[in-house]
């Protein structure tokens, strides 16, 4: 279940990055969560 919700916060966080445009966002979100662990 945990990985379930890290893919899902992953696919949200590049879907709004991608919305908005803005390519750094993109690889600031999977660092950001990954340092949540």
């Known amino acids: ?3 379930a919700l890290i893919i899902a916060a ?3 966080g ?3 990055a991608f919305t908005f ?3 750094k ?5 999977p660092f ?3 340092n949540k662990d």
Request: proline share 0%.
């Open 1 to 3: 279940m945990v990985r």
């Open 10 to 12: 992953l696919v949200v």
């Open 14 to 16: 590049f879907i709004l």
């Open 21 to 23: 445009g803005r390519r």
């Open 25 to 29: 966002d993109i690889w600031h979100f």
């Open 32 to 34: 950001l969560l990954a």
